[in-house]
C-alpha cells in the first residue's frame, strides 16, 4: 500500500471510529442530564426528623445502554452507607449492591429529559418513592422522596444536590 493511500485509509478509520464511539455514547445515554458526580448541600435540603445525612455524593455513568449509579453517604450516627446500581428507566426491577437504606431494588422510569422517578423496594414491598429532577442549567439535581427506608425511619425527604 503506498503511504498516500495508508494515510488516507488511517484516517478514514479514525473518523468512522470517532464517530461510532459518539453515536454509541449519544444512544447509551438515555439520562444524560443526570451523568456525573453529584455532592448532597445540607442546608438547601429537608428531612424527616433523625434522618438526615451527615454527607451524600453519588455518580452516575453510562453503563451499556442504561445508567450506573454509586452512592455514598455517612449516616448522622456515622455509618457509612455505600450502594450500587444500574437502570436502563424501562420500569423495571434492577438490583441494589451494598447497604441502601431504600431497598434492595430500584425501578426507575423517564417522565422528560430531566426528570426520572423511582420505586424502590426491599423484600417486594414498595419502601421509598422519588421524584429525581436535574436543573435546566445542570448544576443542580433535586431527589423528592417519600415512604418508610429499611431502618423503618419515615422518609419524607427533598434532597439538594450539586453538580461537582
Known amino acids: 500500500m503506498q503511504a498516500a493511500t495508508r494515510q488516507t485509509y488511517l484516517f478514514a478509520m479514525v473518523v468512522v471510529t470517532v464517530v461510532l464511539a459518539i453515536a454509541g455514547t449519544a444512544l447509551a445515554q438515555p439520562g444524560s442530564s443526570n451523568l456525573g458526580t453529584w455532592k448532597l448541600n445540607l442546608a438547601k435540603s429537608t428531612f424527616a426528623p433523625g434522618t438526615a445525612p451527615k454527607s451524600s455524593t453519588f455518580t452516575n455513568v453510562v453503563a451499556g445502554a442504561g ?35 431504600n431497598g434492595d431494588t430500584a425501578a426507575g422510569t423517564r417522565v422528560d429529559a430531566n426528570t426520572v422517578t423511582f420505586v424502590y423496594k426491599k423484600n417486594g414491598k414498595v419502601t421509598v418513592t422519588s421524584t429525581n429532577v436535574v436543573s435546566a442549567d445542570r448544576k443542580t439535581y433535586t431527589i423528592t422522596s417519600k415512604g418508610t427506608n429499611t431502618l423503618g425511619q419515615t422518609v419524607n425527604t427533598v434532597a439538594f444536590y450539586e453538580k461537582q
Open 67 to 101: 445508567i450506573k449509579s454509586t452512592t455514598d453517604s455517612v449516616r448522622a450516627d456515622g455509618t457509612a452507607v455505600h450502594s450500587e446500581y444500574t437502570v436502563v428507566y424501562d420500569g423495571k426491577e434492577n438490583p441494589i449492591a451494598g447497604n441502601s437504606l
